[in-house]
């Protein structure tokens, strides 16, 4: 949504920065009343041309900034990816060691039961 804003907002900034090559486009006019007409034909078929151009120039520079901002966000879900998968190993390794230790402790309470009967059977108190 974010890169969706950016674009509106460069767009509009593009239409922004292209009124004033119109407008100084359409003010020039020539000395001589016979040109003005050839002058301004040709002017329209120049400032389409630019406009193409400029159009061109403006949407090949956002690609370009949307293709590096893809690859940033590739580039940083690798390593979140990485992370999360470090994580998960590490977690993994936690749960054995909880369960080895929880065995243990198993294991030592059935020997300390086991020891207190026999002391009670010996009437060792």
């Not at 006019?29 to 034909?41: C, F, H, I, L, W």
């Given at each position: ?27 020039a006019s020539p ?49 979140l990816t990485t ?43």
């Amino acid at each position: 949504m974010s890169l969706e804003k950016q674009l509106e907002e460069s767009r509009s900034e593009c239409a922004r920065l292209q009124q004033p090559l119109s407008t100084t486009e359409n003010r020039a006019s020539p000395t001589e009343p016979g040109k003005v007409a050839d002058n301004r034909q040709m002017t329209d078929v120049d400032s389409g041309h630019r406009a193409l151009s400029t159009d061109s120039v403006v949407i090949a520079g956002h690609m370009q900034h949307l293709n590096d901002v893809i690859g940033g966000l590739r580039s940083e879900k690798l390593a979140l990816t990485t992370q999360l998968r470090k994580q998960q190993l590490r977690i993994t390794h936690l749960e054995n060691l909880v369960n080895q230790l929880s065995k243990q402790v198993d294991m030592i309470r059935l020997l300390n039961i086991s020891y207190l009967r026999q002391r009670k059977a010996l009437n060792i108190v």
